[in-house]
């Protein structure tokens, strides 16, 4: 029976950075338990490559919430990362810190510690930003990021533009001094590879003797000595392995599935474990609750003007763009589908930005299955606006469906469910039309093709992006993280309440959402959560 000193389950956003901070000083040993495999396949690494990702059970959980009466009944596709780096191997790259405001939020709700400016150094240590080093952005640290403003397509200038034609300002750095604003998105990336969390954190670790990793390694139980944390009980090549730890159990294996083991291991809703004959080892109401994600809607127009999708369709241009990456890790290949995009206020008496743009330079009206189709846009020159929103007030639940590690947990998502998320999104579709009839945009639209312009009243607008909208793949807040056992899961040290040895360090831990992208989050929270690991056991 193996025994290290810290078990880490799962090696995605954050649990790749706990593997290596806590290996780094080469004290202690660390597993790390990874239930997918490799990243090393080439839709992985290739950028765009991620809509090959989008449905490929070898990379991704594929997990599928319940019918939501919120999304006109739609049970909404969630891919999540089942691979090393997880989420951040096939995610759209795009690096957002968030406001500072949440944090400062996060901070005030009674979390010392993670208050802005306590994470901004942390940000600045880690990120090795192309656009060099000022008081907000780092260089020189492991997470390599891409400044994009030199290769953007040429429409995304039109779309900046249109942006200050509305009445937005134009924002040089998005994790600078402000949010708000149209810009240009930096992304994850280097020499043209993404760069995930595994490239950056996790594979410079497993060169060290003190970090042994097992992949296709299924947590199924936390096992415990009482009240505390002894080991990992999974499930690799079809037999139980157990693993113990001599110091902590650090569970990093995200928002669906940080819950879903937490409760097959005894730890939730006294009632649901009971129902499943689950053993109850610490009665936590909480765990599962205040799920949050952010919601998104594409609104597509025809152009008169050439987009990607002339060069990414037909058969020479597939040629031309793999031709140009294969040699020179350049072009559209090298890039996210989100150029540029930007925050705003729905109406004035928002404090702050409440939603988010993304600009794309081509469109994908027609659908092709079994992949999401960025690689085969439509025979037309097309581009959309899309939007999500940024601080939605619907939550939902992730609970256990049975006590088989192996099923996938039963997702509630309650879209749109409250009257203020309905408010709020039915303003920001407006305001992308209006966007789009700026003059910048305006004078090359040939026509609206989604919603379509016989979409005009307010109840029309409604029903559109209930059909419509889905999640932007940023669930957090299942485990989240407060001071009040009675109110949240583990303490601002990320310490499960009422049982030692256990931590999560992940999305989960989530007081609220934040506004923007949620990756640069999830890694700065594995980042502060292993050096407060590291200070307790000093």
């Known amino acids: 029976m193996q025994t290290s000193d810290f078990i880490v389950v799962g090696a995605g956003s954050a649990g790749s950075v706990v593997a290596e901070r806590l290996s780094a000083n080469g004290r202690?040993?660390?597993?790390?338990?990874?239930?997918?495999?490799?990243?090393?396949?080439?839709?992985?690494q290739m950028p765009l490559g991620y809509g090959k990702t989008f449905f490929d059970p070898a990379v991704n959980w594929n997990y599928r919430t319940e019918p939501d009466?919120?999304?006109?009944?739609?049970?909404?596709?969630?891919?999540?990362?089942?691979?090393?780096?997880?989420?951040?191997?096939i995610n759209a790259m795009v690096w957002i810190r968030g406001a500072a405001e949440d944090y400062d939020a996060w901070a005030a709700a009674g979390n010392p510690g993670w208050a802005y400016a306590d994470?901004?150094?942390?940000?600045?240590?880690?990120?090795?930003?192309?656009?060099?080093?000022?008081?907000?952005?780092?260089?020189?640290g492991p997470l390599h990021i891409t400044d994009n403003r030199a290769r953007i397509h040429p429409l995304t200038q039109r779309f900046l533009k249109a942006g200050i034609e509305a009445g937005l300002t134009l924002n040089q750095d998005f994790n600078g001094a402000a949010q708000e604003g149209v810009g240009i998105y930096q992304i994850t990336t280097r020499n043209g590879r993404r760069m995930s969390a595994s490239r950056a954190f996790l594979r410079p670790a497993m060169k060290r003797a003190n970090v042994r990793l097992e992949t296709h390694a299924l947590a199924t139980k936390i096992l415990f000595d009482g009240r505390r944390a002894a080991g990992v009980e999974y499930l690799r090549n079809g037999r139980a392995v157990t693993a113990l730890a001599g110091r902590e159990v650090i569970v990093s294996a995200g928002t669906v599935a940080t819950p879903q083991l937490l409760q097959l291991s005894g730890i939730g809703p006294a009632g649901l474990l009971q129902r499943f004959g689950i053993p109850v080892v610490h009665?936590?109401?909480?765990?599962?609750?205040?799920?949050?994600?952010?919601?998104?809607?594409?609104?597509?127009?025809?152009?008169?003007?050439?987009?990607?999708n002339q060069i990414l369709r037909p058969w020479w241009g597939k040629l031309l763009v793999g031709t140009q990456y294969l040699l020179l890790r350049r072009g559209p290949l090298s890039m996210s589908m989100n150029q540029g995009g930007g925050f705003f206020r729905t109406d004035p008496g928002q404090p702050r930005p409440n939603m988010q743009l993304y600009f794309q330079a081509f469109s994908t009206v027609i659908p092709r299955l079994g992949e999401r189709p960025i690689l085969s846009p439509d025979p037309w020159p097309g581009f959309s606006i899309g939007l999500s929103n940024c601080r939605p007030t619907s939550r939902g639940s992730?609970?256990?469906?049975?006590?088989?590690?192996?099923?996938?947990?039963r997702i509630v998502a309650n879209a749109?469910?409250?009257?203020?998320?309905?408010?709020?999104?039915?303003?920001?579709?407006?305001?992308?039309?209006?966007?789009?009839?700026?003059?910048?945009?305006a004078g090359i639209i040939e026509a609206e093709m989604l919603p379509g312009p016989a979409c005009l009243t307010d109840d029309e607008l409604v029903a559109d992006f209930r059909a419509r909208s889905g999640t932007v793949y940023h669930p957090v807040s299942t485990c989240r993280m407060g001071p009040d056992p009675s109110?949240?899961?583990?303490?601002?040290?990320?310490?499960?309440?009422?049982?030692?040895?256990?931590?999560?360090?992940?999305a989960s831990i989530f007081p609220d959402s934040?506004?923007?992208?949620?990756?640069?989050?999830?890694?700065?929270?594995?980042?502060?959560?292993?050096?407060?690991?590291?200070?307790?056991?000093?």
């Open 28 to 44: 202690f040993s660390v597993l790390v338990l990874e239930a997918g495999g490799s990243d090393r396949r080439f839709y992985v």
């Open 69 to 89: 009466p919120g999304l006109n009944g739609n049970a909404d596709h969630w891919p999540r990362g089942k691979l090393l780096g997880g989420s951040s191997s």
């Open 119 to 140: 994470l901004l150094p942390l940000f600045r240590q880690f990120e090795d930003n192309e656009a060099g080093a000022d008081q907000w952005r780092g260089r020189g």
């Open 283 to 308: 009665a936590s109401a909480h765990v599962g609750e205040n799920l949050q994600d952010h919601l998104g809607i594409n609104y597509t127009y025809k152009a008169s003007l050439p987009t990607l």
């Open 398 to 409: 992730i609970t256990i469906r049975s006590p088989d590690p192996r099923d996938h947990p």
């Open 416 to 441: 749109y469910s409250t009257e203020r998320d309905v408010s709020e999104m039915l303003a920001a579709v407006k305001f992308v039309r209006r966007l789009a009839s700026m003059p910048a945009l």
């Open 487 to 506: 109110r949240s899961v583990v303490d601002p040290r990320l310490k499960v309440h009422g049982l030692s040895s256990l931590r999560i360090v992940d």
């Open 514 to 538: 934040i506004t923007g992208n949620t990756n640069a989050a999830a890694i700065v929270t594995g980042w502060k959560g292993a050096q407060m690991i590291l200070e307790d056991w000093q």
